[in-house]
């Protein structure tokens, strides 16, 4: 079981970002998958959810990041808007909790 995330960057305040989520080793069509983030001096926090056709968001990301799906490419993406610097963060993927963490990658909000 693989991770590999990617699409980060250096955005201005209320930029906009796509991240990428390439996995592997496992039936991705049919497992939950979601989007992990962990800012500087902080604990790594769950941000977003995506089971079948429901998805889950935490309350400080709510209608700025949309999680979505290509399960031909194994893929999960997270399109993210009105970034502010509180969403500063390495952004990881993962499965479920028994999963080894990819690299991430890195979004920094900053002008």
């Known amino acids: 079981v693989q991770f590999v995330e990617s699409g980060g960057g250096l955005v201005q305040p209320g930029g906009s970002l796509r991240l990428s989520c390439a996995a592997s080793?496992?039936?991705?069509?049919?497992?939950?998958m979601s989007w992990y983030r962990q800012a500087p001096g902080k604990e790594r926090e769950l941000v977003a959810t995506?089971?079948?056709?429901?998805?889950w968001y935490i309350d400080s990301v709510k209608g700025r990041f949309t999680i979505t799906r290509a399960n031909a490419k194994n893929t999960m993406y997270l399109y993210m808007r009105d970034l502010n610097p509180e969403d500063t963060a390495v952004y990881y993927c993962?499965?479920?909790?028994?999963?080894?963490w990819g690299q991430g990658t890195q979004v920094t909000v900053s002008s």
């Open positions: 995506s089971y079948g056709s429901s998805t």
């Open positions: 993962r499965r479920r909790t028994t999963d080894s």
């Open positions: 080793g496992f039936t991705f069509s049919s497992a939950p």
